[in-house]
């Protein structure tokens, strides 16, 4: 792969591949390195690039993968609620509290999801992605993919319920 087809390629991916490693490492510095880490792979390994039928799915996957590193060597704790920053304007109303509350709440929902349910609904809520091409990036397959994505739905549906009607 040449200079001219990377920029043409690869480099256009970043700001999706900076999401999705963003919203599994949950840290704007880390997510930053894991992309550093995975651009300086891709390009060491461009003459290999031409080979690969679906190069986002492989570049998505290297995203993950590196995330998750990353995440194993700081030994992570559970969620930090105090890095995720919210409104600190003391004339933030009601209705914004109670906004960022639930985007607290539904956070949390999704970190207890089990990862490879978390992983394929990151995958197709947040980044939109199709099934097929879920199957492809963490290599499942049709029904796997499928059932992950019913039960994540469900289980934060039920979640998600419990906490909005809590009390009525």
């Not at 986002?56 to 995330?67: G, K, P």
């Not at 409104?87 to 990862?115: C, G, M, Y």
Request: aromatic letters at 8%; proline letters at 2%.
């Amino acid at each position: 792969m040449t200079r001219e087809q990377f920029n043409k390629d690869i480099l256009p991916l970043r700001e999706k591949l900076y999401r999705y490693a963003l919203s599994i490492t949950l840290d704007t510095t880390q997510a930053e390195d894991v992309l550093q880490d995975v651009f300086i792979k891709l390009w060491t390994k461009r003459n290999q690039l031409d080979q690969v039928k679906n190069q986002e799915a492989w570049c998505i996957r290297m995203v993950r993968n590196q995330s998750l590193d990353r995440i194993r060597q700081r030994k992570r704790q559970p969620l930090e609620l105090e890095k995720v920053q919210y409104a600190t304007s003391h004339f933030a109303t009601n209705d914004s509290l109670e906004h960022e509350d639930l985007l607290r709440q539904i956070r949390l929902v999704l970190e207890k999801l089990p990862e490879q349910q978390r992983e394929i609904f990151r995958l197709r809520e947040l980044m939109g992605y199709s099934n097929a091409e879920i199957e492809e990036i963490l290599q499942l397959n049709h029904n796997q993919v499928k059932v992950s994505l019913f039960r994540a739905r469900q289980i934060i549906r039920k979640k998600m319920n419990k906490i909005i009607n809590y009390g009525v």
